[in-house]
């Protein structure tokens, strides 16, 4: 792209034009960047305003839905409709993620992986996403080195990669995921701006579908955009693409032309770390009941209400407070231990993380879970979740919030209870 400019000069003997030539690509590419970034981060602070109350209600909802399916006769009109009710609540919850994924609001738990091991275990289950009609193809390659990402928001990336090189293909076609080891180079970076020089893993999702123009193109990370019918689609799943990729710190790319198909490719930063294996830590709790004495912090009252009902009805003795003033007093009154801190991290006045650290000198032996419908900077960096800190992703069901619990308490259990064992056989040694 070049733009031109000039302008009559005159002397005593001749007039003519000075004409200047410009070539302004690579300035209307950071334009264009910087509009798309200005219109996602708007959309993102909105989506971050409401995300919090809106969990919330979709939380009160899902619960109270569960508790009256309890009540009801299975095969009944009634828990029918109370089944109607989750699902379509369970959708707004997906539709919230979304929203807060393109925005990159979400809190990520990201771990060394291999994306290879990865696209290898969704094999099975993509020819079901894509239909019959497409052949799936996986080319990957065994030398690709690691990544350092959540598990669960690439395996996103992978299916709404692959949705729409299925819609794009609406009389069958070839689709081809690809892994390769990749190095981003300044001839690259200056070709793309916003990606940064160094080794990834590149991830690619190939199709032989209808393609795009150039001005599809420009458009297909925005928010919203779709080229699909009315009720087709919400027009999040390559926004939310494109905000798992920022987030997890890589660079996409789109290639196609108008009947010819097209190619995204993803670059992962590489990282030189093994890939993170599952501790004993990690298994699922014996049971989710118990007695232990759990305080409970949360300024919206009808999830407040809703979690104590949970809570008190899988054994635990309950303590509760609108926000953190209130829970400090509770503490301070409270003539008993603390096991538990359940607290939710945004709040009026004193939020979650400080409430937490002004009770641990009293209750050193107390633990922290944390509720949360998206980032926010006392808990997460970057919306990377902090080492140590442990997380409950509003709205939660009675199930997630049962496991969640016992998992924290019996986290370092069964160490201290090998410990004493193995103490007790050392003092016996000694008496014989």
Not at 65 to 83: C, D, F, T, W
Not at 172 to 191: C, S, V, Y
Request: charged share 25%; with cysteine.
């Amino acid at each position: 792209m070049v733009r031109c400019s000039g302008w009559p000069v005159k002397d005593e003997s001749s007039a003519y034009i000075e004409v200047f030539a410009e070539d302004v690509t690579e300035r209307r590419v950071l334009e264009r960047q910087l509009r798309m970034a200005q219109k996602m981060e708007a959309v993102g602070r909105l989506s971050g305003g409401i995300a919090h109350d809106f969990n919330n209600l979709l939380g009160v909802i899902l619960g109270y839905i569960q508790v009256i399916k309890r009540n009801l006769v299975p095969g009944q009109s009634m828990h029918e409709y109370a089944e109607e009710i989750e699902k379509a609540s369970q959708r707004a919850v997906a539709l919230t993620r979304q929203l807060l994924a393109f925005s990159r609001q979400q809190i990520l738990e990201p771990v060394i992986l291999n994306l290879n091991t990865l696209v290898s275990e969704m094999e099975k289950m993509l020819p079901r996403l894509i239909g019959e009609d497409i052949q799936l193809r996986l080319m990957l390659d065994s030398t690709i080195g690691h990544v350092k990402a959540d598990t669960g928001q690439i395996e996103q990336v992978v299916m709404n990669l692959a949705v729409n090189a299925r819609d794009a293909m609406p009389d069958g076609g070839k689709m081809t995921i690809q892994t390769e080891n990749a190095e981003l180079d300044l001839a690259f970076t200056r070709e793309h701006p916003g990606s940064v020089e160094g080794q990834y893993v590149m991830l690619a999702v190939k199709d032989t579908g209808l393609g795009m123009d150039p001005e599809t193109q420009a458009q297909i990370f925005e928010p919203f955009f779709t080229t699909k019918g009315r009720d087709k689609g919400t027009g999040l799943g390559l926004a939310t693409v494109y905000g798992v990729v920022k987030q997890s710190n890589g660079y996409i790319t789109v290639e196609s032309e108008k009947g010819k198909g097209a190619l995204f490719k993803i670059y992962l930063p590489r990282v030189e770390q093994p890939v993170a294996t599952r501790s004993a830590g990690a298994q699922e709790p014996r049971t989710v009941r118990g007695s232990e004495t759990i305080l409970l912090v949360e300024d919206a009252e009808p999830l407040r209400m809703l979690a104590k009902l949970f809570l008190k009805e899988n054994g635990y003795q309950v303590l509760t407070a609108a926000d953190g003033a209130e829970a400090q007093q509770v503490a301070a009154q409270n003539p008993g231990p603390i096991h538990l801190l359940l607290t939710d991290v945004v709040m009026p006045g004193i939020n979650g993380r400080v409430l937490a650290e002004s009770l641990a000198p009293r209750h050193p032996a107390m633990k922290v879970l944390y509720m949360s419908g998206y980032t926010d900077s006392f808990i997460a960096g970057h919306g990377v979740l902090e080492e140590g800190i442990h997380l409950l992703h509003k709205p939660f069901t009675e199930e997630e919030l049962m496991r969640k619990v016992r998992e924290i308490l019996d986290a370092g259990k069964e160490t201290r209870e090998t410990d004493s064992l193995v103490g007790t056989e050392a003092v016996g040694g000694r008496r014989n």
